[in-house]
């Protein structure tokens, strides 16, 4: 007979709504965003806003047109209010995430700080579509790659990041 050490899952009821996961590595030890202030979009290429929007998930299920149109007008509004320096948010081709329920800790988004990455780290990549090709970047791996990820993210942290400018370069690159 041997002895050994077994992890079992904490019975919680958070579980019921949220699925439980593993980690071959230390979570506490991943960079996490904790303050909303450290971030400059022109710089690392995304900031963290929190604001209320009207979207909801009912909304989003129930009547996913109307509410896409409503919320865009709405987001529309609340980037000017934080960006007023893009007078065209169209010229800096941007995209704004959130979860639509929170707090998102099972998947939460990911973002590599921009100043980061140097232009070796970058290859463009085609992206196969059944009815088109598009074209994307994807990252070789690099250790002074920094990674960020908003804890415990609510339906009204809404996280702001720039995919490319009206020049077509990405932020920082």
């Not at 007979?1 to 899952?9: A, E, G, I, S």
């Not at 009912?58 to 896409?68: G, I, S, T, W």
């Not at 529309?76 to 639509?100: A, N």
């Amino acid at each position: 007979m041997f002895k050994t050490k077994v992890k079992y899952l904490a019975r919680n009821d958070l579980y019921s709504a949220e699925k439980p996961y593993s980690a071959d590595f230390n979570v506490d030890e991943r960079n996490g965003a904790k303050s909303r202030d450290v971030f400059d979009i022109n710089v690392s290429g995304f900031y963290i806003l929190h604001e209320d929007t009207s979207l909801t998930l009912e909304d989003a299920l129930d009547r996913p047109e109307e509410a896409e149109l409503g919320y865009q007008a709405e987001l529309e509004q609340i980037l000017h209010k934080h960006f007023p320096e893009y007078t065209r948010l169209e010229g800096s081709i941007s995209s704004v995430w959130k979860p639509l329920v929170g707090p998102n800790n099972d998947w939460p988004l990911a973002l590599c700080d921009y100043s980061t990455i140097q232009p070796s780290d970058v290859v463009q990549a085609d992206v196969l579509h059944v009815d088109r090709i598009t074209e994307n970047r994807l990252l070789y791996p690099n250790d002074q790659h920094r990674w960020y990820y908003v804890e415990n993210q609510q339906h009204n942290d809404l996280i702001v990041f720039r995919n490319v400018d009206s020049t077509g370069k990405q932020a920082g690159l």
